[in-house]
């Protein structure tokens, strides 16, 4: 998938357990796992918004694209 999630390297650079984030934000220590190690297929804006907001971020410092040069763009496989 394209999109990659570097939640890991911004709590690594606040100094913040995943522990004491997921209780700033209300959400499960299971949950928030899966947003750091990119097991998720989806964000709600709300769970983004208070990350961003306990962490002092932008979105754009926990979400990145990254091309795939081997999907066109309708997402086959290219010959």
């Known amino acids: ?3 990659i999630l570097r939640l890991d ?3 690594a650079d606040r100094k913040i357990s ?3 984030l997921a209780e700033r934000v209300e959400i499960s220590n299971v949950n928030l796992s899966n947003l750091k190690t990119g ?3 989806a964000i709600r804006f709300s769970t983004l918004e208070a990350i961003c907001r306990e962490l002092h971020c932008q979105p754009g410092d926990i979400l990145e694209y990254e091309e795939d040069s081997a999907e066109g763009d309708d997402g086959s496989l290219m010959p």
Do not use: S, Y
């Open 1 to 3: 998938m394209p999109i």
């Open 9 to 11: 390297r911004v709590m």
């Open 18 to 20: 995943l522990k004491e």
């Open 39 to 41: 097991k998720v297929r």
